[in-house]
């Protein structure tokens, strides 16, 4: 799961992640027009991450109207160390996530989906199981959120 960076200084902060691509078509009265249908996510690997979809004729147009999206809807992830504070379960549609924190040098124990949103955010201890859905784009709500969710909790 290697992370694109662009060429640009000003995008380099930014790692993104293409999770999906779908190719989608329209009947028209001049036959079918086809597009193709992204889904990406972008973070600086600090704690903010964002999630966008841009459709578009070609995959290059639709990446680049999805990474414009998701820096502008970029949620800010709070973090205790390298884990998230507590746990947290979320139902989005027919998709279930459950995210738990984990020791340090546990790693990122995840899927796909969950592992794109999570590893953007700059998470790197952490465990998460998928229990609903196995659609990428629903798991990827679905654990935007689960960490929308997530509260700084102080130890007394």
Do not use: W
């Amino acid at each position: 799961m290697k992370y694109q960076q662009r060429s640009d200084p000003r995008l380099s902060e930014f790692a993104e992640k293409v999770v999906q691509v779908n190719r989608v078509s329209k009947k028209t009265k001049g036959g079918n027009k086809a597009g193709y249908s992204v889904l990406v996510v972008v973070g600086d690997r600090k704690g903010r991450v964002g999630v966008g979809l841009g459709q578009a004729p070609d995959v290059s147009s639709g990446v680049k109207k999805a990474v414009s999206y998701a820096k502008k809807h970029q949620i800010i992830v709070p973090m205790r160390g390298r884990t998230i504070p507590h746990q947290v379960y979320v139902k989005r549609g027919a998709a279930k996530i459950l995210l738990k924190p984990a020791p340090p040098g546990t790693g990122v124990i995840a899927g796909g989906a969950v592992r794109a949103v999570v590893e953007a955010a700059g998470i790197r201890d952490i465990s998460s199981k998928i229990l609903g859905s196995k659609n990428q784009a629903s798991n990827v709500y679905a654990t935007m959120d689960a960490l929308k969710q997530l509260k700084n909790i102080q130890i007394k």
